[in-house]
């Protein structure tokens, strides 16, 4: 077993060495930020300036603003002796060899005999930097290769040397993978190591697309996002995200690097980046790269004129149908097939990319697997080059294109099996939006399979099924969780639209107390029950997990209730257990302790505020105290069934029924509307929020009560209801949920 690092310095407080110490303060390490002294008697100032910048940021790095507290600040005069009691040592300072070479010199001066020493270069040779070192330091040296930013790309490539210890990099590992929830691959110490390297050969493929093979930046953009399941920002939108010198720094240090790459003429500078780099024209720090946005259009660059111009129309042909098509696997067989322009774009593309990331190996990394897994966490491609290679197998006859595919792995001996599919559980019970699997030792799982994980009707009666099924069933417990990136979007307001549109609120008020009777029961379950959480949980799917007394949560969990945005309030037992979270934070139930906090409560709903984090979460009474949160995403499934276990060989109980919450009645509904009054005097909200405020705020301290009054769980779910159908009436409402589903934003109407 490995020791975990406690105390931690950063070299250079720059942009990516900000983000790093504040990741490692998120991950409960103390942190060093040293950088050069300023002039002057303020020595402190330039890291200090850097750091204020950095923690500006959107989105943000901390997890709270509690934890920038563990982040000390210091100069490489005053404070460099304070390395010498940490158990880590990063690199981060200026790309100039001589300079870190000189600064490893003082640094070995400095350290422990037990201290490891990293750097975050990621043009430079690793080897390189620790040259003159001595024997012991250059074992315990190596590359860690952050992306940015830190906290939400996960890739974390680990370039070993020569001379590295490899118990030093096993814990390395250990250590990111764990403690840092990284994704860890380990690269060669070849320039751009791995995701860069591939990454980067992509984007002067896609730009040599627009200047020599007459596709539009539009078309390009759409052939290299979401339909090939990599971001929606493409291929330009990204380059321009990033920063055009930084792409032009990156291919001018990598072409010289690399005399032997037999396609290393792709990383030479087009003359059109060269151009706008020249021209101070480097994306979005500056306004415009790539694209610009004048007004609410959004006009791309005219690669001869050098002027901004008008989308054209995608000359792609059936794009749109092959878009359409749920399957990723499915759809990139159906792209490479296409007989038009879209087809051609992508068979040439794809296929000189799959020949680049093959020929790679072992140059870069020893098996396909690593090149895989850099790109999905480094630059977030659903699949990585080999896996899309897996897809394209055995299609039919396109000619030379088609024939490299298939010949491509008995020229270079690769079986690239796709490397990252979680293995198959066994399945108990399904429906087409849901399922029952058997995680095994007798404990279960219950996952979503819906639209963006909404509760849907299927879902909802499929959870129905679950319960019975676990409570008369041998089984410990259920864990209620899956395998995407977001645990869940919330109701299905598709289809509560429909209800609403044809008039049969009854059904809809007997949908809300058939969920909300499931949410209770949940709570009271005889047999331990576990919600496994990551990214988006909103609406509903946060009121589900508020009902789960345990919860497994991934740090980046973003979780709030947010019905407010469409017009309507919690109605499934939200607002309830939010206004008893806020009772029991009180001191005592007198109504001067609890206002404090039930004022929290409004504004949080009020404004359908989400969560940062999931420490966040727990601060805001959307997550318990009792929440066990881990930084790696991809554990949490395997940490709720370990959570299972253990309650259930403790002797599992329920929690007590809860038949006696303190709500503040009338007084306390005065003050909540006059705080709401105030914010739309202000301006921040608009008539039709104003007026949701009020009838949250009736909820919440118990309709008609005239003075605080302790009232059970029902009283609370009735108002719920009783307030919740109405809204469903209103046209502003139906405008909220229409505008929302047609453009995925809230309508402030």
Request: glycine share 8%; aromatic share 8%; proline share 5%.
């Amino acid at each position: 077993m490995f020791k975990p690092f406690r105390k931690v310095a950063v070299l250079g407080a720059g942009v990516m060495g900000s983000q790093i110490a504040a990741h490692l303060a998120n991950a409960g390490l103390t942190v060093h930020l040293l950088d050069l002294p300023a002039n002057g008697s303020k020595k402190n100032e330039l890291v200090e300036t850097l750091f204020k910048k950095a923690s500006k940021l959107s989105p943000p790095i901390f997890f709270t603003e509690k934890i920038v507290r563990r982040v000390i600040l210091g100069n490489f005069d005053e404070h460099f002796h304070h390395i010498a009691d940490v158990d880590w040592v990063i690199e981060a300072v200026v790309e100039n060899l001589a300079v870190k070479q000189e600064l490893m010199a003082r640094v070995e001066g400095v350290i422990r005999d037990d201290t490891v020493v990293s750097t975050n270069t990621s043009g430079l040779t690793i080897g390189e930097i620790a040259k003159g070192r001595s024997e012991s330091f250059r074992q315990r040296f190596l590359g860690t290769h952050f992306f940015n930013p830190p906290r939400y790309l996960k890739l974390l490539e680990l370039i070993p040397t020569t001379d590295t210890n490899p118990q030093v990099l096993q814990r390395m590992m250990w250590f990111a993978s764990l403690h840092l929830g990284k994704g860890v691959v380990v690269a060669k110490d070849t320039p751009n190591f791995i995701a860069n390297r591939i990454g980067v050969y992509a984007t002067m493929l896609a730009i040599r697309a627009f200047t020599d093979q007459g596709y539009t930046i539009e078309e390009i953009d759409t052939l290299t996002g979401t339909i090939v399941g990599r971001p929606k920002s493409a291929t330009f939108r990204t380059a321009d995200l990033v920063g055009l010198d930084t792409l032009m720094y990156v291919a001018q240090n990598l072409y010289p690097a690399i005399p032997h790459d037999e396609s290393r003429e792709v990383f030479c500078v087009p003359p059109l980046l060269r151009k706008l780099v020249e021209t101070g024209t480097l994306g979005a720090k500056t306004g415009q790269g790539f694209y610009k946005k004048q007004g609410k259009e959004i006009l791309s660059i005219n690669p001869v004129t050098f002027s901004y111009e008008s989308a054209k129309p995608l000359n792609l042909g059936n794009i749109e149908a092959i878009a359409k098509i749920p399957d990723l696997k499915e759809r990139l067989r159906a792209l490479y097939q296409d007989s038009g322009r879209a087809g051609a774009f992508f068979r040439e593309h794809i296929l000189q990319i799959l020949a680049y990331s093959a020929r790679r190996i072992p140059e870069i990394a020893d098996n396909p697997a690593e090149i895989d897994k850099a790109m999905r966490w480094g630059f977030g491609w659903e699949l990585g080059p080999f896996e899309v290679w897996d897809a394209l197998r055995g299609i039919g006859d396109r000619g030379d294109a088609s024939e490299d595919a298939e010949n491509l792995s008995k020229i270079l001996g690769l079986s690239p099996l796709s490397p990252l599919s979680p293995p198959v559980k066994p399945t108990l019970w399904e429906n087409s939006e849901a399922a029952l699997l058997d995680l095994g030792d007798k404990v279960a799982l219950y996952e979503f399979r819906s639209k963006g994980n909404t509760l849907s009707l299927k879902v909802v009666e499929g959870l129905a099924k679950a319960l019975n099924i676990i409570e008369n069933g041998d089984y410990r417990g259920l864990v209620i969780g899956n395998d995407s990136a977001n645990f869940s979007g919330g109701a299905n307001l598709a289809e509560m639209a429909m209800l609403a549109q044809s008039g049969n609120f009854q059904a809809i008020a007997n949908l809300i107390i058939q969920f909300q009777s499931l949410l209770q029961q949940i709570h009271y379950f005889p047999k331990p029950i576990v919600a496994a959480i990551t990214g988006r949980v909103l609406g509903g799917g946060c009121e589900l997990v508020l009902a789960c007394p345990h919860v497994v949560a991934a740090a980046e969990t973003y979780i709030g209730l947010v019905e407010l945005s469409v017009g309507l309030i919690p109605g499934a037992g939200g607002i309830m257990r939010m206004v008893t979270w806020a009772a029991d934070k009180a001191a005592t139930e007198s109504p001067q302790h609890i206002q404090p906090f039930l004022r929290q409560v409004f504004e949080t709903i009020g404004m359908a505020k989400v969560a940062n984090s999931a420490y966040e979460a727990q601060e805001l009474g959307f997550l318990p105290p009792t929440t066990t949160i881990v930084m790696n995403a991809d554990s949490r499934l395997d940490v709720a069934k370990q959570e299972i276990l253990c309650l259930e060989s403790k002797g599992y109980i329920p929690p007590p029924e809860r038949n006696a919450i303190m709500v503040l009645g009338r007084p306390a509904r005065a003050m909540l509307e006059h705080a709401a009054y105030t914010m739309l005097q202000g301006g921040f909200i608009s008539e039709y929020d104003h007026y949701l405020a009020q009838r949250l705020a009736y909820v919440m301290t118990g309709g008609e009560l005239t003075v605080p009054a302790l009232v059970d769980e029902n009283y609370l779910l009735q108002l719920e209801r009783e307030t919740f159908i109405p809204l469903l009436q209103q046209p502003k409402t139906h405008e909220r949920i229409a505008h929302i589903l047609r453009t995925k934003k809230p309508l402030r109407n």
